[in-house]
């Protein structure tokens, strides 16, 4: 199977850059993506199953693969919910297709946010970025004459970085748009 252009991107730059700049002493400890996780939560379209339908479906056209679905565990009246009830969805992404999603989200999709000037530079310490986004209709798989309203999602960028300042550098050098300061 043929490469994404992100993945040969990777192997020949990236990789050189890091070792370089943090001296690993064994290639093996060179960081990497390992995942990306998007997910939303369902909580307005859960009152309506056509809702929950759309979102999924939006999802699924999205990432290129089938989302699973989320379910309540325990019923809480303060967020009217009950037990059993779907309350998001997510979907995991390895190999070519996480490539590929990475590439299309850098290059297509953040500029398209209003008022895009980088994402912030803040990971959660453990080697992994998160950010959210607030409307679905940035993605170009997204029919806009479907969309009955926004749904917003969470993507996270899971790699095998150590550090923060490793990841943000891995993710630098793959395209992610940070911002300068």
């Known amino acids: 199977m043929k490469k994404s252009r992100l993945e040969v991107h990777y192997e020949e730059v ?14 093996m ?3 990497r993506l390992r995942k990306i996780v998007i997910s939303m939560g369902l909580a307005e379209p859960s009152k309506d199953k ?5 979102c999924l479906e939006d999802l699924r056209k999205l990432s290129g693969q089938k989302p699973i679905t989320t379910k309540a565990k325990k019923a809480i009246s303060n967020f009217k919910s009950r037990e059993g009830q ?17 590439y299309r989200f850098e290059h297509v999709c953040a500029p398209k946010l209003p008022d895009f000037r980088g994402f912030k530079k803040k990971a959660d310490g453990r080697g992994c970025y998160s950010l959210g986004i607030k409307d679905q209709t940035v993605f170009p798989e997204i029919d806009l004459d479907k969309v009955k309203f926004a749904q917003g999602m969470n993507i996270t960028f899971v790699t095998s970085a150590d ?3 490793e990841c943000l550098e891995l993710l630098r050098l793959m395209g992610m748009p940070l911002k300068s300061k």
């Open 163 to 165: 550090s923060d300042e």
């Open 29 to 31: 400890q060179i960081p």
């Open 86 to 102: 779907i309350v998001g969805a997510k979907v995991t992404l390895r190999g070519h297709r996480m490539f590929d999603f990475m």
């Open 50 to 54: 056509h809702l929950i339908d759309y």
């Open 14 to 27: 990236v990789k050189g850059h890091l070792q370089e700049k943090f001296a690993y002493k064994n290639p």
